[in-house]
């Protein structure tokens, strides 16, 4: 039993589909153990029924009243949303992207570095792990997945589709405010913002120019520069050592972080934390990876990046009191992968399962 005192969080959790009912189990059952072990917090969870096989079932994902049920949480834990019977673009537009934009949750971020025990394909991280430690910042609600555009001319030949990339001054001034408080609060200090601006010459133009406003405000605190989106995936690969924070748009973050999951290792390991900074929502911590319809139920999917999300949360609702809690979280995973335990995407053998049970072993330790 965790001390009278100690604050009890209410969680909306959303497992969604494929492996993300697998991963959200296992972060459910990590969370139970370090809320009894630190007696610091505990969790009441609200479980939703949101997939793709419900709204197989009934017709919708969420009932009309989601965001309604969602304000009345501290936070919402998702698992993964997907499933193969149902158009990839419905299943994001019917849960993930709403939630996101309606909670006012603009930021998304999303560290990578390489866990102990993991192996980077990149060369020289193999020899030394601390040259990948990033933190991406994505901007979470407009831009490419803003959701304008439009199709005519049916399904011919003649068929036409728009997707308009929306970008605002409000928008991307607030993600630059933030991600270069990211970039301050770190010991590199340095920030790379992302942009395609070469060729798309209104949206990216405009956040060049908001960028270099907002940095005028950070001269001398932070280090900064500019890439553009193409070329950043060389220097990714390259000079992993010569970034620290990094800033870019819904898609190009998007692309950008799958990438930098894959380099640290596995995507299985990479945590998401959708974020309203204003604090007047929920936010929504989720690993950044899919639903796997293939691995689904076979109890072999990594949970390490559930587990990192679960860490992100709890350090979220803590707001600076549960850091240290966060972390211990944090380091039991690290001692579980640095002693071999791990699932098959980190060349390992064991389940699931397996996992989750070592990761409660070190944190009871
Ligand atoms: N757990 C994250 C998840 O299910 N991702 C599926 C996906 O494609 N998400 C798109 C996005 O993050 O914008």
Same mark, same amino acid.
Request: hydrophobic share 40%; aromatic share 8%.
């Given at each position: ?17 494929? $492996?993300?009912?697998? $991963? ?13 072990? +630190? ?8 479980? /939703? ?23 009345? #949480? @501290? ?9 193969? +019977? ?29 866990? %102990? ?25 407009? *831009?490419?997945?803003?959701?304008? *555009? ?7 030949? @003649? ?6 990339? !929306? ?7 607030? $993600? ?6 990211? %970039? ?43 890439? /553009? ?18 800033? %870019? ?19 299985? !390991?990479?945590? +998401? +934390? ?14 950044? #990876? ?27 609702? *803590? ?5 240290? !809690?966060?972390?211990? /979280?944090?380091? %039991? ?33």
């Amino acid at each position: 039993m965790a001390s009278s005192s100690a604050p009890n969080y209410h969680i909306a959790s959303i497992p969604g589909d494929g $492996i993300g009912v697998d $991963i959200t189990q296992a972060a459910k059952t990590v969370l139970a153990t370090l809320s009894s072990a +630190s007696q610091a917090f505990t969790l009441t969870y609200t479980d /939703l029924d949101w997939s793709s096989f419900a709204y197989l079932k009934r017709g919708y994902y969420m009932p009309e009243d989601w965001a309604t049920q969602l304000r009345k #949480h @501290d936070a919402i834990y998702f698992g993964a949303v997907g499933w193969p +019977s149902v158009p990839d673009h419905i299943s994001l537009w019917q849960m993930i992207l709403p939630i996101r934009q309606q909670m006012n949750q603009y930021v998304n971020v999303r560290p990578t570095r390489i866990l %102990a025990g993991t192996k980077s394909p990149v060369a020289a991280c193999q020899k030394d792990p601390k040259l990948l430690d990033w933190v991406i910042v994505r901007e979470n609600s407009e *831009g490419e997945y803003a959701g304008q *555009g439009g199709t005519t001319h049916g399904h011919t030949k @003649d068929a036409i589709a728009t997707e308009l990339a !929306i970008f605002t001054y409000v928008g991307i001034e607030r $993600i630059m405010r933030f991600a270069f408080e990211v %970039a301050k609060s770190r010991p590199r200090k340095k920030l790379t913002m992302v942009t395609k601006s070469n060729a798309q010459r209104h949206g990216m133009v405009l956040w060049d120019k908001v960028f270099y406003e907002v940095a005028e405000e950070y001269k001398g605190v932070v280090e900064f520069d500019k890439m /553009l989106v193409d070329a950043m995936t060389v220097r990714m690969v390259e000079k992993p050592e010569s970034m620290d924070t990094i800033v %870019a748009t819904n898609l190009h973050a998007d692309i950008l972080s799958d990438l930098a999951a894959a380099l640290a290792g596995s995507i299985g !390991i990479a945590p +998401s +934390s959708n974020l309203d900074p204003t604090r007047k929502n929920p936010s929504m911590f989720e690993p950044i #990876h899919g639903s796997a319809p293939d691995i689904a139920g076979k109890g072999i999917a990594n949970p390490v990046g559930a587990f990192w999300s679960a860490a992100e949360m709890v350090r979220w609702l *803590g707001n600076g009191k549960l850091d240290e !809690i966060a972390e211990g /979280l944090m380091q %039991a995973i690290a001692n579980v992968t640095v002693a071999g335990v791990k699932t098959r995407d980190l060349s390992g053998e064991k389940s699931t399962t397996e996992v989750t049970e070592a990761v409660c072993q070190e944190i009871e330790k």
